[in-house]
C-alpha cells in the first residue's frame, strides 16, 4: 500500500479516537512525517504530555479546586483538571484556587483565580490535597515516577541531534555559521556535506540553497 495514502488514513482515523490516547498516539506515529529514523520525535509522541495538537513534557496536570459551600474547614473539596468545570461556574459565587504547574514541571505555582494572583497559605486541608495530587497526579500519572521525562528528553535530544543511519553525519565546523546539531544526510563519497538546506565543504562558510 502506497504509504501516503496509508498516512492520511491515520490521520482521519485519528478524529475517531479519544485525543491523547493510546490509539491516537499511535496513529499519529504511523502519520508522522518525519524520517523513519527519526525515532526521536516518535518516542516524544509516545509518551509527551498531550495539549491541543502537540506532544510536550511530560508532567501533572494543574489542579483546580474549591470548597462546597464555600466552607474551608469541613465538607467536600472539590477538584477538576478541566478548565471548562472552572467556567461553567461564572457568575455564581464561588471561589477557586489552583496548583498550577509551570516551567516544563519545574514550578508549582499556587493561585486564586478571578482576581490578582495574591499569596495565601495552606491549610491542613489544603496541604494533604496537595500531598495527594501531587503523588498521585504530578509523580504517578504525570511523570511515571521519572521514567516517562527521561524518555520524553531522551527522544528530544535524539530528534535534535537526529543522525541519518550509514551518512557522512560529519557537522560544520565552529565558526562557520551552522550548528552541531547539524549531520550531514549525505551517503557515499562527497566534497560538499549536506544537512537540509544548508551546505558546507571543508574550510568554508555554510550556505543556504533554495529547495531543490
Ligand atoms: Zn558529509
Known sequence: ????????????????????????????????????????????????????????APRGRDLWYRFADENEAHGQIITTHDYADVRATDGQDVSWRIFDVQDEGGTVKLGFWGERITHYGLSRRELALFRRWDLWECRARGEWFGLRRWLYFKGLHAAVYLKRPFACNAVPPMGSGGYSHWHCEVRGKHDTHRYRNYTWARAERVRYEEVR
Open 1 to 56: 500500500m502506497n504509504i501516503e495514502k496509508t498516512r492520511t488514513k491515520a490521520m482521519r482515523l485519528r478524529r475517531k479516537t479519544r485525543e491523547g490516547g493510546i490509539a491516537y498516539r499511535a496513529l499519529t506515529i504511523i502519520g508522522d512525517r518525519h524520517p523513519w529514523y527519526d525515532w526521536g520525535h516518535r518516542l516524544m509522541i509516545l509518551v509527551g504530555e498531550h495539549r491541543t495538537g502537540s506532544f510536550d
